[in-house]
């Protein structure tokens, strides 16, 4: 998908998976065959509420029936002044 950088950490309980470094944006993903249990799904709620940089992006990836689904968590606000 064009990205500069990933760094893979499946598998570590931690929130993510992918990290994904984008010339203008980051990703921040949790990939999932298809079930996310309700606490895993709040916790990243919850850490993409408190995110606010207009280019970094929490993600979770599913693949129910092998098609992938992407839902984006978080919609940085716009910056201006």
């Known amino acids: 998908m064009g990205a500069l950088y990933v760094q893979r950490s499946y598998g570590s309980h931690g929130v993510f998976d992918l990290v994904a470094v984008f010339r203008r944006e ?3 993903i ?3 065959r298809d079930y996310i249990p309700k606490w895993e ?3 990243l709620k919850d850490f993409a509420r408190q995110v606010a940089a207009p280019n970094i ?3 979770l990836w599913q693949y129910p029936n092998r098609r992938r689904m992407i839902t984006r968590l978080n ?3 716009a910056t201006g002044s």
């Open 26 to 28: 980051i990703r921040l």
């Open 30 to 32: 949790q990939v999932k």
């Open 41 to 43: 799904l709040k916790r």
């Open 57 to 59: 992006f929490v993600e």
């Open 75 to 77: 919609a940085p606000a």
